[in-house]
């Protein structure tokens, strides 16, 4: 039986940031789906809805709090967990404005980001045999 792979995804407009993140999560079984802004990140997410979303604050064009906000009007009716990835003083405090499931610092340490993915990732359902 083949379990699905959990999607997430990595919304860092730093290019090194968004590959580190890519290989580590892909090493750990992850499938993973990376943008480099917010626009970009909203199209990949009308082609495939991510089951986790890792989001850094400080973006060009619109910011992180924005593509949250325009994530939820557009899909109101889908829960994904957010992990917010920045290193905005102002975190916290916009997560808990956002409700979002988690926050980690830049720099960060790969335990502490995978330890936040395995709590906050939904749990991965067999995939349905013919």
């Known amino acids: ?3 699905t792979k959990t999607t997430i995804l990595v919304l860092d407009d730093d290019p090194s940031v968004r590959h580190l993140l890519q290989v580590l999560l892909q090493k750990e ?3 993973v789906i990376p943008a480099g802004d917010a626009p970009s990140a909203l199209a990949q997410c009308g082609v495939q ?16 709090e924005m593509f949250l906000r325009e994530f939820r009007r557009r899909w109101r009716h889908v829960d994904v967990p957010v992990i917010l990835l920045s290193a905005s003083t102002a975190r916290n405090e916009i997560a808990r404005n956002l409700k ?5 610092g830049k ?3 790969a335990e502490d980001l995978l330890e936040l993915v395995v709590t906050h990732a939904p749990a991965e359902e067999p995939a349905a045999t013919g």
Request: negative net charge.
């Open 1 to 3: 039986m083949v379990a």
């Open 29 to 31: 079984g992850y499938a």
């Open 49 to 64: 809805l991510p089951d986790l979303m890792i989001v850094d604050l400080m973006l060009p064009i619109e910011d992180g």
């Open 100 to 104: 979002v499931a988690a926050t980690l």
């Open 107 to 109: 720099p960060f340490f």
